[in-house]
């Protein structure tokens, strides 16, 4: 260990407390003076001194000495524990003049230390030799390790498998560093050590060193020993794993040697090793046969595993082979739809996304029998996911109706049971796709909805079942029973609740005088007024009925027209003066009712007043009747259809593959080798997949890997830099390459900072690069919120060779965050999207200043910059001058962003104008949705001005 690397904490395997340094530390004549104290505590206290103050830059030459002598065959452990971590910090080389380059010499006094170590390794106390072991995996100076040796090979052979697993561990560090120099028979050592060997950990850490070292053998151990590798532990197994796939990806004809031993992991009872094993095989072969093994492992976890971040990685494995192996998974999708009983909402929804599209024709009436019972158990109320999970389970099962007509008819009775309560809204919608899509359902499902109008009591539904009956009754049968059942719940006018302004004499309120004790226990006379308990409302009412009385004008217009379809298609003087009483009913109300919607009053009297004509002008009824009965089927007929076009093409642009070049290698297996050949051959149907481009997966990841790169110093500095950034949801993995520039060896520590949300998990630890050499560090941040951040720091480096030479300080780049890696296209409902519109407080309000003329054309551009999805359909046929539209997105933390567009384009000059507007729950990804697509904007200015409003924010 250089005396450069003594000061730095990354190599200290202790915690100190805290409180050491409180006051100050003692002197280096006060910390020797303590070392010589025959009381073990006191001497602990001064090597504690000792080591913080050496961490702080102090030398203290003296103290070395003093330890040896009155410290180095203590038999105390927690002292011997102190001069393990003093032996890390301490120098241990001769200080050198400035510009020498010869080798530094070891200090005198390190024979002494070296030959205390070595007492260590042979004590008689398993944990004494055990814990020395551990410490000389940290030590990396050659003469240290080399006398000490042969008592480690000595270890090898100790009795308590405590010494051996750690000797092992030495052995393999050792080698790692020096190579043949001091070990040259370490390879065979531990092969020798490793067919002796039954303890589980020293067997898996003699591995580990062959894994790394001596590759050949390690494999051959293997294969000897494949039917017992599930004896050996959870720690090898993942081992093996990790062997396979640095072998196969760098020699794929060696996958035939390890298929044995990964279908064997598959059935481990380890969940760690089960899903290591599916996630290799599925990475090294695409084989029918092993991404079905590779499936039901991942399906069987999902089941057995109760912790949530478990299920949703296997999902997202899941999901990842739905997008290339559909016809597989759809073996095990039942395994998969087991998850739904997740209490968990968003387990449940993953669990649908994926299943809905593997539904076919063999397995859905199986899928949709187990979403039938789900649904029914939403009923139990004490479900915590009970309205929403009612929800997916209703989107799921309208998804399998619409493919699949013979289900329909199956789904529809159980769904139309919860058209009164929670979800009812999902209910009817569907049925109302239902009736449209199969004619030959209609008549059950319009007698089923007509029996359900007295239990429905929600607004918006009865609209929708008022509608599904207007347009969709045109039987004289159909509509008379229709008519007699809407006139049953809705009763005769008027439509007011009478108020009476006589009061009884018992209804009056009353006096009430009464004793009460007070706070401080005496006693006092109190007066109350005691007003009689207000009478509810009729209980014989109708849900329909007193909707209408409570002033929901909204519905009295849907009824109107509803009513007047009725007498349009099938003319009946009787049922003709019933609905018109009934529509002034309606008028009289809206006059005298004050509500929520007295706004739309004119609207309500204005359709009435049309639905009157039609009733008692022949004219009138000849001219409007053909629109007024047809044109609303047709609509919604369009609708559906454009819904379907729109899905097919979600699904068709899911499913396209990219184009491999016409003169890459093809190998054809019928014509390989066959000798050697395993249980399954992993290269099936790689070949096909490389011909369709699905192959080529390692360059659009070197490629997507190139464009995350950022140069953080220059080429002319002493050391240069460069990071590459891999976004992963929650977790930024950060790599960092370092080059030596200089002929000298340089110790090099990167220190981070973050500007934003961010926590850094992992530091870059310090290393020390040769002359023109390079080397990998690696980091990890951990990210909670969505919004702009930057990562920022300094590299301090200096020569090992020459501690006296002054540091240097290297300032980095910053690295800017995008808001872009964490926001995902998504869709939601428009009722949905205005709830959350007018729930969220943060808003951010940017300005349009754009060169672009075409209202689409800008659409189109911040849709695509923002990285969201439009939920306003739009019609590009015609001609307008102002637009308005909806964008939605969710970030990997479940955020919501909220967007609203509106663009008007200027007659006088053609330039677009209007405002953005941006809402969600938190500041950050209001803020940093606002800068991005503020910049975006002026990326296609015509001039290099500012916004007219650069945005601001308000809660």
């Known amino acids: 260990m250089s005396q450069a690397m003594n000061s730095n904490e990354d190599y200290c395997s202790f915690t100190l407390p805290s409180d050491l340094s409180q006051g100050g530390l003692p002197g280096e004549a006060d910390i020797c003076k303590d070392l010589e104290d025959s009381d073990p505590a006191v001497k602990r206290a001064a090597l504690k001194s000792a080591i913080m103050a050496m961490l702080g830059g102090e030398a203290l030459p003296k103290v070395l000495m003093q330890v040896i002598r009155f410290c180095i065959n203590t038999e105390d452990h927690q002292l ?237 494995r899941l999901e990842d082979l739905r997008k290339k192996h559909t016809k597989v998974l759809q073996e095990v999708l039942m395994d998969i739809l087991r998850a739904i009983s997740s209490p968990n909402p968003d387990i449940c929804q993953k669990t649908l996304d994926i299943s809905m599209p593997l539904v076919n024709s063999r397995n859905v009436e199986e899928v949709v029998s187990l979403l039938k019972r789900e649904v029914l158990k939403t009923q139990d109320s004490d479900m915590d996911k009970g309205s929403s999970f009612r929800a997916m389970l209703i989107k799921a099962i309208h998804s399998c109706a619409s493919k699949f007509p013979d289900v329909a008819e199956g789904v529809v009775s159980t769904l139309i049971s919860f058209i009164g309560g929670d979800g009812a809204l999902d209910v009817v919608i569907f049925v109302r796709a239902i009736v449209e899509q199969y004619g030959e359902l209609r008549p059950n499902v319009l007698s089923t909805l007509m029996s359900s109008i007295a239990d429905i009591n929600k607004s918006d539904v009865m609209c929708v079942v008022l509608w599904i009956l207007g347009e969709y009754c045109v039987e004289e049968e159909t509509i008379k029973d229709a008519f007699e059942e809407i006139m049953t719940n809705l009763g005769d006018a008027p439509y007011l609740v009478v108020e009476k302004n006589e009061v009884k004499k018992d209804e009056e309120p009353t006096m009430v005088t009464k004793n009460v004790v007070l706070a401080d226990g005496t006693y006092a006379t109190q007066t109350v007024m005691s007003e009689p308990a207000k009478k509810t409302d009729d209980v014989s009412m109708t849900n329909l009925r007193s909707m209408v009385v409570e002033g929901d004008i909204f519905l009295c217009s849907i009824l109107a027209s509803t009513l007047t379809k009725f007498c349009l298609r099938k003319k009946s003087k009787a049922r003709t003066i019933k609905s018109l009483l009934a529509m002034c009913g309606f008028a009289k109300m809206a006059e005298v009712k004050a509500s929520s919607q007295k706004s739309a009053q004119s609207d309500l009297a204005e359709r009435i007043t049309l639905c009157s004509r039609m009733l008692l002008d022949s004219k009138t009824s000849e001219m409007l009747s053909a629109a007024w009965l047809d044109s609303g089927k047709q609509t919604f007929s369009s609708l559906l259809a454009e819904l379907r076009d729109k899905a097919a093409a979600e699904t068709k642009e899911e499913g396209s593959t990219t184009v491999t070049q016409c003169d890459d290698l093809i190998h054809i297996r019928q014509l390989k080798n066959s000798s050697g050949a395993g249980e399954i051959d992993l290269d099936d149907g790689s070949d096909l997949l490389r011909a369709t481009g699905q192959g080529s997966e390692g360059d659009s990841g070197f490629s997507s890997g190139l464009k995350n790169t950022h140069q953080l110093t220059g080429f002319s500095d002493p050391v240069y830099c460069e990071a590459s950034i891999i976004v992963n949801d929650y977790d930024i993995k950060l790599s960092l390459i370092l080059i030596n520039r200089t002929s000298d060896p340089v110790s090099v520590s990167v220190e981070l900072s973050t500007i934003g949300d961010m926590k850094i998990v992992e530091r870059p630890q310090s290393r020390t690069i040769g002359p023109l050499d390079q080397c990998v560090l690696s980091g990890s941040i951990k990210i909670s919120s969505t919004e702009t951040g930057h990562i920022f720091g300094t590299i301090v480096h200096e020569n090992p060779m020459n501690p006296s030479a002054p540091k240097g300080y290297i300032n ?144």
């Open 80 to 316: 011997k524990k102190l001069m393990m971590l003093y032996w890390e910090v301490v120098p241990k080389y001769q200080p050198q003049s400035a510009g020498s380059k010869e080798k530094p010499k070891l200090l005198p006094e390190m024979i002494l230390v070296c030959n205390a170590l070595m007492n260590d390794l042979n004590h008689p106390n398993e944990y004494v030799r055990g814990s020395m072991l551990r410490f000389l995996c940290k030590v990396k100076d050659s003469e240290i390790l080399g006398p000490l040796m042969a008592s480690v090979k000595q270890c090898l052979e100790h009795r308590h498998s405590y010494v051996r697993k750690n000797a092992a561990l030495c052995i393999f560090h050792v080698y790692k560093l020096f190579g043949d120099n001091l070990l040259p028979d370490a390879p065979d050592l531990m092969e020798r050590f490793i067919l002796a060997e039954t303890d589980i950990c020293a067997r898996r850490n003699a591995f580990l060193m062959l894994f790394n070292c001596s590759e050949e053998i390690a494999i051959e151990f293997l294969s000897q020993n494949v039917d017992d590798v599930m004896k050996f532990g959870e720690g090898f197994a993942l081992l093996v794993l990790e062997l396979t796939r640095k072998v196969c990806r760098r020699d794929p004809a060696q996958k035939s040697r390890f298929v044995r031993v990964l279908f064997q992991m598959l059935t481990s009872s380890s969940a760690s090793v089960s899903y290591e094993a599916a996630w290799t095989l599925v990475s090294l072969s695409s084989a029918p046969t092993a991404i079905r093994a590779a499936a039901s492992t991942y399906s069987s976890l999902l089941s057995s595993q109760n912790d949530n971040n478990v299920k949703m990685i296997v999902l997202e």
């Open 812 to 955: 980095l780049n910053d690295i800017h965050l995008d808001i872009m890696d964490f926001i995902k296209p998504a869709t939601c409902s428009d009722e949905l999207f205005r709830s959350m519109w007018a729930e969220f407080e943060w808003e951010n309000k940017v300005a349009i200043t754009t060169s672009i003329e075409s209202l689409y054309d800008f659409l189109d551009h911040i849709v695509a910059k923002t990285n969201m999805s439009c939920l306003t359909p739009i019609n590009r046929n015609s001609e307008t001058h102002f637009l308005a539209a909806n964008l939605y997105a969710r970030s990997v933390f479940k955020e919501d962003a909220l967007v609203n567009v509106s663009v008007e384009k200027k007659a006088e000059d053609g330039k677009l104008t209007g405002y953005i507007r941006i809402r969600s729950k938190t500041q950050g990804i209001a803020l940093s949705l606002g800068d991005r697509i503020t910049s975006v904007q002026r990326r296609i200015a015509e001039d290099d001005a500012a916004p007219q409003a650069t945005g601001t924010t308000t809660q």
